[in-house]
Structures are given as C-alpha cells and as structure tokens.
C-alpha cells in the first residue's frame, strides 16, 4: 500500500491507484467529466488537474501513484485553472438545454455550477421532456434565456421558469434562444417585456435587450 495526501488529509491505497481514486476513497470531492473508468482515460477536459508538491499539474484521473505523495487538489488556484479549462470546453459545445436528451441530468449544468461558470439556461434543470416543453404549447417561459442555479419549485415542477435567477450572458445562447422564440411565433416584445419585470435592474438585461433587437434585424 501507498500513502497519499490529499489537501492534508491522508488515506492508503494500492499502488497505481489514480489520485482521482483515491480522493473518493478518502471523501474529497474533485471535478472531472471526461474519465469513464475502463472506458476511457484519455485526460481530454483536464477539469481534474490537482498539484504536485514539485509545483507540477497533472490530471487526477490518469495520474497513477506508486509511492508515498502529495497533492493539492482545491486551491483557489485550481479553481481558477478548472474555470477557464470549463469555459474553454464550453465554447466548442452547442448549448440548447431546451432540445436536448438530457436535459434534467446534465453533467455540464451541474460541473457548470459547482465551478461558477455563467451561460447555461435554466432549461437544463428542467424536468419536462423535449416535446412537452411548454414554448411548444403556446406558453411563454423565460427558461431559455434564464441562468441556471435555481431548484425553485417552478422547475422542479415542470412549471413555468418566471426569471428568478436572472439573465444569461452568453451571446450564443441567448441567440439561439431569441430565433427559437421566433420560430415558434412569440412576439420577443413580450418576452422582453415579461423579463424586464425581474431584470429591469440588472446590467446584463441590457446585453439580452440588444442581443433580441439584432435577432429581430432591428436595432432598438
Ligand atoms: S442539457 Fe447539458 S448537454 Fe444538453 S445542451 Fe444543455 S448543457 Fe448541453
Ligand atoms: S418549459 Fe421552459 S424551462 Fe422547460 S425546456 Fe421549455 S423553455 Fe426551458
Ligand atoms: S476527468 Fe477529464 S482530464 Fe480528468
């Protein structure tokens, strides 16, 4: 058996254990997304880079030990690495909660508020299924073009998202948003006009504000 620490707290293992491993066995929490264990472990999203007392990086999920170590595993510092490797995975990822299989249960929503990162809509909370979302059937919901975060009754009921949490930033998104509330043939003037009535106060409703009038060809 090997000895390895994790933040201080120490716990044995087998040899070739991976550091990932090993802080489940001693309760640590650290963010990973890409391992599948037996699958894959091609360290491809590098959300689980903890620290060598050597000062090094290495990916918690494919760093095996093979003798007494240490690491740092929640610093600030890897914090803010975690975040932008986050933001950076997210770029390449066309977020449209509100079609999406998997939405309800989605690694990406949960990673994405564990890490504070800002841009994915209240849609991936919500527990309806794709074809009965409720856009579909006439009823305006503020979902798409809301943040995630909330566990607010309305959701987890499968009601309508009335904003709480407030406006998305993310351009790509809420673009998207604001076509697909054009395709299924509400006026983005109420939709401003009923989101304006939580966000009226809030920078980012500007940003939504020009965003929609662009969409919309004009420029308002
Ligand atoms: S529910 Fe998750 S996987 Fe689906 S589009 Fe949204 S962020 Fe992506
Ligand atoms: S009902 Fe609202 S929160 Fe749910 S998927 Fe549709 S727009 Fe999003
Ligand atoms: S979980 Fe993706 S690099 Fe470790």
Same mark, same amino acid.
């Given at each position: 058996m090997v000895n390895v620490k994790l933040d201080g707290v120490e716990v044995e293992v087998e040899p070739g254990t991976t550091v990932l491993e090993a802080a489940k066995k001693a309760g640590i929490e650290i963010p990973h997304l890409c391992t599948l264990k037996d699958l894959y472990n091609g360290a491809s999203c590098r959300l689980c880079l903890v620290k060598t007392t050597r000062g090094k990086l290495v990916p918690a999920c494919a760093y095996q030990v093979y003798r007494d170590e240490e690491f740092t595993v929640n610093s600030l510092e890897l914090k803010r690495i975690r975040k932008v490797n986050f933001e950076l995975l997210l770029s390449f990822h066309k977020i %449209?909660?509100?079609?999406?299989?998997?939405?309800?249960?989605c690694l990406l929503a949960s990673l994405s508020q564990e890490l504070g990162v %800002?841009?994915?809509?209240v849609c991936s909370q919500c527990p309806l299924p794709p074809e009965e979302c409720l856009l579909t059937k006439g009823i305006l919901c503020l979902g798409m073009i809301t943040s995630s975060g909330c566990d607010a009754e309305c959701i987890t009921s499968g009601g309508q998202c009335w904003g709480c949490r407030g406006p998305i930033t993310r351009r790509d998104v809420l673009e998207r948003a604001f076509k697909r509330y054009e395709e299924l043939g509400f006026n983005i003037d109420d939709v401003l006009f009923r989101a304006e009535i939580f966000w009226?106060?809030?920078?980012?409703f500007e940003k939504l504000k020009k965003v929609a009038a662009e969409v919309r060809g004009g420029k308002k």
């Open positions: %449209e909660c509100w079609k999406c299989e998997r939405k309800g249960d %800002e841009g994915i809509p009226n106060s809030v920078p980012a």
